[in-house]
């Protein structure tokens, strides 16, 4: 099978939309990582997914739906609270975790009685769901344990000749996948730090929420995978005031043992490694975590064998590059 990158223009979206309505599968752009969907209630197709990305059947998909009639088809029962959070973070990049309804597929949810919905802001993304009709799941469109892909040709790179569509909305805006939170229980829980920090979510319920096993490793089935791994090493620094000291220390020992590593840092930290090779990852923490993943894509690509990431605050989005990071080195934290 071919793959091709189809642009964004109208006739192409109802292309992958045909496509997805007669039981295929497509990668399509959201605000987060790329998704790479199909009908939600055809569970050939969803089994399709799993098959494409290598994914283990007991991880489940999020469902990517258009407007609040899309939850209602694929949610039993959606309490105060969540239709609160809709009005707020929808669209958005916001995944409840709700009661699903019955007929919707297993294979989608991996056996459990809940399911992760989302709608999704970017706006080809919307034009797509709108055009399928149909609640899509979606798990990111990357080979499982590889860096989730933040732009069409990581799709490219990573799913040729296994999808015949790649629908190219140009670079994710967030760069990291959606904040998932469990509402499905008597309180809400955290199951995954991402693109909508949990301040804000505290602020919009009024309470205390709880994150499930500390806010940077997430316990959401599936979580116990190997995830955003390139083929070089990634070791990761918590941030401190000797963070720059101690990447340079790392950094000088690898290099005297014949390895090629690389940093990651903030614009604003790039100088205190003077000559080290690295990449600036932006001004601000926005930045670094739209450029996370496409990094350590580049870092292999670039023929170094050590990434060095800088760690960052854990508030605000900086939760979300921490829980990935410390997937990503297998918790090899420096
Ligand atoms: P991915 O799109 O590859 O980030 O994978 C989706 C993530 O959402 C998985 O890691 C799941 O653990 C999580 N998820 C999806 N549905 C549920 C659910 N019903 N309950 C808890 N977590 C979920
Ligand atoms: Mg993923």
Known sequence: ???????????????????????????????TVYGLGADAFNPDAVREIFRVKGRPSDNPLIVHVHSVRGVREVAEIVPPLAEKLMSEFMPGALTLVLKKKKDLPDCVTAGLNTVGVRMPSNPVCREFLRACNVPVCAPSANTSTKPSPTCARHVYDDLYGKIPFILDGGECE????????????????????????????????????????????????GMKYKHYSPKAEVLFSAYYGGMSERIDEVYDTLVLSGKRPVILCADFNAKKYGERKKYEMGA?????????????????????????????????IGAAIINRLVKSSGGKII
């Open 284 to 316: 601000d923490y926005e930045a670094y975590a739209r450029s996370l993943f496409a990094s350590l894509r580049r870092a292999d690509a670039d023929g170094y064998d050590t990434v060095l990431a800088e760690g960052v605050p854990s508030d605000g």
């Open 174 to 221: 967030i760069g990291l996948e959606s904040t998932i939170l469990d509402v499905s229980g008597a309180s809400p829980r955290l199951l995954r730090a991402g693109g909508i920090s949990l301040q804000a979510l505290e602020k919009a319920c009024g309470r205390n929420i709880e994150v499930v096993g500390g806010s940077t490793v997430a316990l959401c089935p």
């Open 1 to 31: 099978m071919r793959t091709v990158i189809l642009d964004s223009k109208e006739e192409n979206i109802v292309r992958c939309a045909e496509h997805i309505a007669n039981g295929g599968v497509v990668a399509f752009p959201t605000e």
